[in-house]
């Protein structure tokens, strides 16, 4: 299974863009890119998923490069509210249906 | 209908006590998953049924066993639990029980062993 690097905490501002990057160095062909984000004692929520350059909904946008061994996934404006840890999950391309998740980013959102 | 629905919410049980978790979706997924969470760490798997057949067991203790009775129930039966058991238990499920599709989580059962 790909391992994933993120840093352990971030800071931010209401109002502002939050990027948080995570390393994927070992990621394999097959595998796709999903971020989840998880408030306190409750269970981790789907947030984006990604293969390749560019992937955005309602609530982000995931950005991955060339060589798919890091992604960007990107909060516009965020609010308090928004305030979670967001886990960076890259897929298992053996199939073999293990959903591993890493340290995970844990944002702070201040006013 | 998009929930993972878990009972109980909250449980206290004592290390000669037997409980079940229980665990329900109605999405028609096949895959479904049991986690465990410990406060400030990251959900750890502990089991994965694919349909209705344990698939992954990560080397949990024979004290937790799951059981799968049909496609859309999960439970976590409980029996001589010690304290370091307490934490916070996650049901999830997915479509294709492969770590590309996306997986909705239950609120999970904060269990506490006295």
């Known amino acids: 299974l790909a391992k994933t690097t993120q840093p352990i905490s971030m800071d931010s501002y209401e109002g502002q863009e939050v990027n948080i990057t995570c390393s994927h160095n070992?990621?394999?062909?097959?595998?796709?890119i999903t971020w989840y984000q998880q408030f306190p004692s409750q269970g981790p929520r789907f947030i984006i998923q990604?293969?390749?350059t560019k992937v955005t909904n309602e609530v982000a946008s995931l950005f991955i490069p060339a060589d798919r061994k890091s992604s960007t996934l990107s909060l516009p404006r965020v609010s308090l509210s928004d305030t979670a840890v967001y886990y960076c999950?890259?897929?298992?391309?053996?199939?073999?249906?293990?959903?591993?998740f890493g340290q995970g980013t844990t944002l702070q959102v201040k006013p | 209908d998009t929930e993972v629905t878990q009972t109980p919410k909250h449980l206290v049980m004592g290390m000669t006590n037997k409980k079940s978790l229980k665990c329900e979706q109605h999405?028609?997924?096949?895959?479904m998953y049991w986690y465990k969470q410990k406060a400030k760490k990251p959900p750890e798997l502990m089991f994965v049924?694919?349909?209705?057949?344990?698939?992954i067991n990560e080397s949990v203790p024979s004290r937790f066993s799951p059981e799968c009775p049909n496609s859309s129930l999960l439970n976590l039966h409980l029996h001589a639990l010690q304290p370091e058991d307490s934490a916070l238990y996650l049901c999830?499920?997915?479509?294709?029980?492969?770590?590309?599709?996306?997986?909705?989580f239950g609120q999970g059962t904060r269990l506490t062993v006295v």
């Open positions: 999830a499920s997915s479509q294709f029980g492969t770590a590309n599709t996306e997986a909705f």
């Open positions: 070992n990621i394999a062909t097959n595998d796709y």
């Open positions: 990604g293969y390749k």
């Open positions: 999950l890259v897929g298992d391309s053996g199939n073999t249906g293990k959903l591993i």
């Open positions: 999405m028609g997924h096949r895959a």
């Open positions: 049924y694919s349909y209705e057949k344990l698939s």
